[in-house]
């Protein structure tokens, strides 16, 4: 959403982020970073410990911040709303303002649970493959987890159904992805359900069409990132597409079982690997067979600034978790993957990844739910190997490339979707 925002300030518009207060207790802002954006904060009655706390005297409901920021001279035209947050489409409707829903899943993903929602797809999942409009056939294994394991997390399966409960009351809904990677779903969905436009990738302008001179990085992290220059040493001592990029995102858990099978793989596959095993994960890695790699051969960091990874020449496989936003980078800097879903939506990102966009393979589980060392070995060659099938993946992945930066470059279908939301903006708010 803050890379969202960036693109409406380079077209004329006054953007300001609103995040909670717990969580911006939390962010590491880079100092270097330059914001046209001003960010706010809205109380959700917790701490940066994320333990509940008293109404704080700085904090203002979402309502008291728009009448804050409503003035006559620059008015406030819309609510751009996470999806997850049904409750503000209510707020900017009592506000009077535009209320436009903004999904950070895929089309894909969130057609699934709108059929859910409305009763369309009978749970539990049965049979040899699910029929979605708009969607290939899909495994029941290939779908969101919450559904393949149905009760696996109550909380989060409502959380995901809650954002269909007033979406049809949306003035428009915005998806972070973009036409060309999901056009058939697009299709049906605009079709058939809502309004909607599809306006990223939303990486930085640096790492698609540099139409946005300033915009080099995201600028705002939950973690502090390691620094850059030590990082960037280690991978020009490497030759290109030979390095192995592991990381499994901010809320993957793996089991210290997974991390034993996932370090053997990589290191029988022979490659280097940068792995970024966060903090509190470290103690899960195998000691002995960790230090018995060379350290020009394995690194391993608590965090970095993935995009400046994945953009190095040096890379050329990403073992990922298949949270969407990793998907997208990896797929904007043309780096084919090794999938290794973990819950939620990441499956069926995989499904797409390995079979529509064909831009990596899948890491299949054992009988227990592990991915074995010999699949990670297996599966990682395949991926930077010279044989056929990994020929193939590299020029899809350099094929998705150029068109994620032609749909936000210039005249491209997100960069048409973003100037015709702004418009009617501008429009809304001379008229006020």
Same mark, same amino acid.
């Given at each position: 959403?803050?890379q969202?925002?960036?693109?409406?300030v380079?077209?004329?518009l006054?953007a300001?982020?609103?995040?909670?207060l717990?969580l911006s207790?939390?962010?590491?802002i880079?100092?270097?970073?330059s914001?046209?954006?001003?960010?706010?904060t809205?109380s959700?009655?917790h701490? &940066?410990?994320?333990q509940?706390r008293g109404?704080s005297s700085e904090?203002?409901?979402l309502a008291e911040l728009? #009448?804050?920021?409503d003035r006559?001279?620059?008015p406030?035209v819309a609510?751009i709303y996470d999806g997850f947050?049904? %409750?503000?489409?209510d707020?900017a409707?009592r506000c009077?303002k535009l209320?436009?829903?903004?999904?950070t899943q895929?089309?894909a993903v969130?057609?699934?649970?709108?059929h859910?929602?409305?009763?369309l797809?009978e749970?539990?999942?049965?049979?040899?493959?699910?029929e979605?409009p708009g969607l290939?056939?899909l495994?029941? $294994?290939e779908m969101p987890s919450f559904?393949?394991k149905l009760?696996?997390y109550?909380g989060?399966?409502?959380?995901?159904m809650?954002?269909f409960?007033?979406?049809?009351d949306?003035d428009?809904?915005l998806?972070?992805?973009?036409? !060309?990677?999901?056009?058939e779903?697009v299709d049906w969905?605009?079709?058939?359900?809502w309004?909607l436009?599809?306006? &990223?990738p939303?990486?930085?302008?640096?790492?698609?069409?540099?139409?946005l001179?300033?915009?080099?990085a995201?600028?705002?992290?939950?973690?502090?990132?390691t620094?850059t220059?030590?990082?960037?040493a280690?991978?020009h001592r490497?030759?290109?597409r030979?390095?192995?990029?592991?990381s499994?995102g901010?809320m993957?858990?793996l089991?210290p079982s997974?991390? $034993?099978?996932?370090?053997?793989g990589?290191?029988?596959?022979?490659c280097p690997?940068? %792995?970024?095993?966060?903090?509190?994960?470290?103690?899960?890695?195998?000691?002995?067979?960790m230090d018995?790699?060379?350290?020009e051969e394995a690194?391993?960091?608590? %965090?970095c600034?993935?995009?400046?990874?994945?953009?190095?020449?040096a890379?050329g496989c990403?073992?990922?978790?298949?949270g969407?936003?990793s998907v997208?980078?990896?797929?904007?800097?043309g780096?084919?993957?090794?999938?290794?879903?973990?819950?939620?939506d990441? $499956?069926?990102n995989?499904?797409?990844?390995?079979d529509v966009w064909r831009v990596g393979?899948?890491?299949?589980?054992?009988e227990v739910?592990?991915v074995? #060392?010999?699949?990670v070995?297996?599966r990682? #060659?395949?991926?930077?190997? #010279?044989?056929?099938r990994g020929?193939?993946m590299?020029?899809s992945?350099r094929?998705w490339?150029a068109a994620?930066?032609?749909?936000?470059g210039?005249?491209?279908?997100?960069?048409?979707?973003i100037? !015709?939301f702004?418009k +009617?903006l501008?429009?809304?708010?001379?008229i +006020?």
């Open positions: 959403m803050l969202f925002a960036k693109r409406l380079s077209k004329g006054k300001t982020l609103v995040t909670a717990h207790e939390s962010m590491c880079d100092p270097s970073a914001f046209s954006i001003d960010i706010e809205i959700d009655c701490g &940066g410990d994320g509940p109404e904090s203002r409901t728009i #009448r804050k920021l006559p001279a620059q406030v609510l947050m049904p %409750w503000a489409l707020v409707k009077k209320g436009v829903a903004f999904f895929s089309c969130n057609d699934i649970y709108y859910v929602h409305r009763g797809l749970l539990p999942l049965s049979g040899g493959s699910v979605v290939p056939p495994k029941p $294994s559904l393949y009760g696996s109550p989060s399966y409502d959380l995901v809650k954002q409960s007033n979406v049809g949306a428009l809904v998806f972070n992805t973009f036409y !060309e990677l999901e056009k779903v969905m605009s079709a058939n359900l309004p436009k599809t306006v &990223g939303t990486l930085p302008s640096l790492y698609l069409d540099k139409r001179p300033h915009d080099t995201y600028g705002i992290s939950l973690f502090t990132p620094t220059s030590n990082i960037s280690w991978l490497h030759l290109p030979s390095v192995v990029y592991v499994f901010s993957a858990d089991e997974q991390f $034993s099978e996932l370090a053997h990589l290191a029988l596959a022979g690997f940068l %792995w970024i095993v966060r903090s509190s994960e470290q103690h899960k890695l195998p000691r002995d067979l018995s790699i060379p350290c690194l391993i960091l608590p %965090w600034n993935q995009l400046e990874v994945l953009a190095s020449n890379i990403f073992v990922t978790h298949c969407l936003n997208i980078e990896a797929i904007c800097l780096i084919p993957m090794v999938a290794m879903p973990q819950w939620t990441q $499956s069926t995989a499904k797409f990844v390995e393979v899948r890491a299949r589980t054992d739910g592990l074995g #060392r010999e699949e070995e297996r990682v #060659r395949e991926v930077v190997g #010279r044989g056929e020929k193939e590299a020029e992945a094929r490339m994620a930066k032609a749909a936000i210039e005249g491209g279908s997100s960069d048409r979707n100037n !015709e702004v +009617e501008m429009s809304r708010a001379s +006020e």
